[in-house]
């Protein structure tokens, strides 16, 4: 769609085409075939591959159901070039890891794999990736065997999505969409055409759709793009295209003049869910091209955010049908032919009418009144700075940015502008869009009648309970109608956050440089340590952690409710003199955030921005430390969410099972259960508060890091003022307590629960007291990899006993006595548990005797080329530093000969160590039967 009020503006600007960035080379074979080739060295020595097309479940016929996602699956079993599963063993060669690195994904209207972080050293290796692109395209064997092994495997995969939200969904599909296919075209599609389709319906799909001209492929990275250019061109030119071959046709949704009330009800809902939709029509990928779309998108941005922050301040009224609510205008649901604004509401214990009446109301608020001058500014400003951030930013952006940006613009002609045009061309626009041209915009987006309106509710099914009918939601819409309103009223504190004045400054007393890690360190006159890391990964960031020792340990039973929901509640408190809602107008146009949070042995303050909000980023950090505001309506509405979240726990297996994981593995210390609805009674905010005051009373104790693109001489300054100012007691650094109970011995809890779609999970622990060093944590990694690939193999891909599973290998030290603790989560088959559990038994048995070489040369590959992937990521040497001061140990110099140095030897024997401990601990979790 376009706005009227949108065009107007666009108009009188005389708006240019949107201008495609010059560093991208964008070109078409013969046969249709759209490429996207970009250099790109950030970061360096790697590359993505992608291959996209514009098909998807729509295009299945009824016979079809399930088929196009079924063949992605079958990408990864049998090609031309690569037979079996070659090209995950030929990926893994290269460090990829398939999962993360190497996937795909099927939507209704889109299928896109893509091989990533592929490592540039050899360039044979970049020309096989195209070649894994060109099997991907028409090469794919679809053997019949290798079909029927992965039947199970989607089976599996439909299995663990299934639960009441999908239930619903797939019922309430055909009434959302009457008269089109969008309404029985669910990617995952139907068991019954899964479980017995014939080999010839998947090659019908594959050789009608997947064809040059459906598809672009796109590689982005520290590539050269001239062989890129040429490789494609001779590897994908020969392919021929029938010139009667189908056409892709857009599937048209129809609008709709009655109103559409669905009501639906599922026994493990845990809460209820509303919403109102008010369709409009998607603006056309042709008219995707003018400057007038980008002023279409900034509008629908900044009434989504003026609306939520509406929606949001109404959540600390008791009276508020509803404890969370959102709007945004976007997709309908699956089709990218219509578009809508959605309003969606959790609704307090049976107000479920009065939240719909309510967010109806809202909606006429806003197009009946409009925004306010000051809340436009505010949103206005935030849109601002959020493109400013990207356009500081804009020399290192990631491959996958523009991976999926080139994915966009090829799928929906999506603009892809450089980043500089699309910022000056904003900054200069959005002033010139005053209040009333948004105003006039909403009509377009919400409407108050009932053509194209749809209003859902997935309710919880219980005997006893009586439900809302269609009547009741079409008699709360018409009241929310005849309602008389009045317009909305903003309300801001205009102070500054911080009185500066008030604070006096302290002193940087001394500073010392580490060479190692590329750090000064500088001693504060408050006792405080400061840590200095500049670097230049991001050009849009600065990154905080302030921690000392002590955090949760220090508190005892009385406290183990308070603790549990510490950080929420600290979380949605305010700070100085501004509520938590006052807060968040006074932060409009800032890149910022700040946290204070405890951990079992610390307590922390993290906080982030761009180096233009760096003071404001002190001034929160500040205010954490000093002035915490109590927000008694937030925390009554939060309490609210807790009740409503808790109180249906049971229903939901997979929280079943993490509660007995965490009883069985913490040997029932109510420290470290979850907490239960039956808990809440405990929870009493002003204790919270003294909490935090306790913890960070003594900012003397506190080291700071700070990492990231800062001003080397400005941010002395900003220390002296804000942290060295701090509040200190003069009192020695604590320590933490023991407090980590771990089970011992071997301790197996097997237990069964009662679903409505039968749910399996195995989750197994083994943990040993060792050493803390480099060289154990580098085995410990590489052992829970290999345990990784071993489980994947056997489990998934040989006998279709668990679509995803998987180990890895960490250490505990919030205890005096380290952990090495090995784990691996399992979400089985039913029907096949007993031999997934006897796998992950065998597995670890197997690898106790030898480990294969194969696969841990493909895991030494990875690690070697993460670490140089990770070492471009403040956060990682925010770690870094932690783990150097904490423990004195150098996780990063010899990192690279650690990981050269494993052997097939070393790792079995580290293995085998770990073990002799005996501490096993497996939860099972098994559907009851009758
Ligand atoms: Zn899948």
Redesign the pocket.
Known sequence: MVFSSAVMVAQEMQMPPIPVDPAVRIGKLDNGLTYYIRHNEYPEHVANFYIAQRVGSINEDDSQRGLA?FL??MAFNGSEHFKGNGIIEFTRSLGVEFGSDLNAY?SIDQTVYRVCDVPTKRATALDSCLLILKDWSNGLLLDPEEIDKERDV?HN?WRLGEGPGMRMYQRALPKMYPGSKYGERLPIGLMSVIDSFKPQTLRAYYQKWYRPDNQAIIVVGDIDVDHMEAKIKELFGPIKVDPNAAKVIPEPVPDTKEAIYISEKDKEMQMSEVSIVMKHDATKPEDKGTMSYLIEDYVKSVISRMFNQRLQEMTQEESCPFFQASADDGQYILSRTKDCFALEGYPKDGKDLETLKTLYVEARRAREFGFTASEYERAKADYLSSLEKQYTNRDKRKNAEFGNAYRDHYLNNEPIPPLDVLFQTMQMLAPNIPVEAINQALPELISVTDSNLVVMEFAQEKEGKTYVTEKDMAAAIAAARAEKIEAYVDNVKNEPLVDVTTIKAGKILSETENTTFGYKELKLSNGATAILKKTDFKDDEVQMQAYSMGGKSIFGAADYTNLKVFDQVIGMSGLGNFSSNELQKALAGKEVNADATMGNTRQYVTAHSTPKDLETMFQMQYLYFTAINKDEKQFQNLLTALEMGLKNKSLNPEAVFSDSLATTLYAHNPRFTQIDVKDLKDINYDRILEMAKDRYKNAGQFTFIFCGNFDEQAIRPLIEQYVASLPSTGAQPEDFNETLTLAKGEVVNNFTVKTESPKAIAFETWYADMPYTLENTVKLDAVGQILSMIYLKTIREDESAA?SCGAAGGFNVSTRQPKAMLQAYCPMNPDKQEIAIRLLHEGIANMQKSVDADQLNKVKEYMLKQIDVNAKQNHFWINTITTWKDFGIDSYTDYKKTVEALTVDSVRDFLNELLKSGNHIEVIMLPETK
Do not use: D, K
């Open positions: 996602h992605e699956h099927t989607v995969e679509y």
